[in-house]
């Protein structure tokens, strides 16, 4: 009888400390909490430093696959999605050009992003420089697009 009043009282113990469904309710809970905090986040502007490759990786692989063409107005980032857009101003000569983010990085030193040439270019940054990066949503960016191109005919 003391053994079935023991095994009793450690399920009955050990449900009150390990719930599996309670736990997992409450990590679906924080990881909604995090998603939300994330996305809040990334649609955030934020000011940062930027740099530009060039010649060294042009027509290498980026990270979605496509080769690096240093005169296209592309970008690094490390945690924007691919393929997605982001306006990129210069702080100190008010510049702005729309990037596709097409690859990852900067790996070195606190830089954001690292522009392709022709971006840097546009932006008047030969080196490094400060910038505000605002990421785009796809409608944004489609929308921001055709506007700079009925502003500038070609």
């Known amino acids: 009888m003391n053994k079935l009043i023991l095994a009793v ?11 599996p469904i309670a736990s997992a309710q409450a990590s679906s809970r924080h990881s909604s909490h995090l998603s939300k905090h994330k996305s809040k986040q ?11 490759y060039g010649a060294e990786f042009h027509g290498k692989r980026t990270a979605n696959g496509e080769r690096f063409n240093m005169y296209a107005m592309t970008a690094a980032h490390r945690t924007l ?3 997605s857009y982001a ?16 690859d990852r990085g900067p790996f070195h030193g606190k830089r954001a992003m690292d522009l392709s040439y022709a971006a840097a270019k546009q932006l008047g940054i030969s080196g490094t420089g400060s ?10 960016s489609l929308a921001q697009l055709s506007r700079n191109k ?4 070609s």
């Open 9 to 19: 009282s450690i399920v009955v113990i050990s449900s009150y400390f390990f719930n």
């Open 42 to 52: 990334a649609a955030t502007n934020h000011r940062s430093t930027v740099s530009w």
């Open 81 to 83: 999605p691919l393929s």
């Open 87 to 102: 306006e990129v101003t210069n702080l100190r000569n008010h510049r702005s050009i729309i990037v596709r983010i097409n």
């Open 131 to 140: 910038v505000q990066i605002t990421p785009l949503g796809r409608n944004q």
């Open 150 to 153: 009925s502003d500038n005919p």
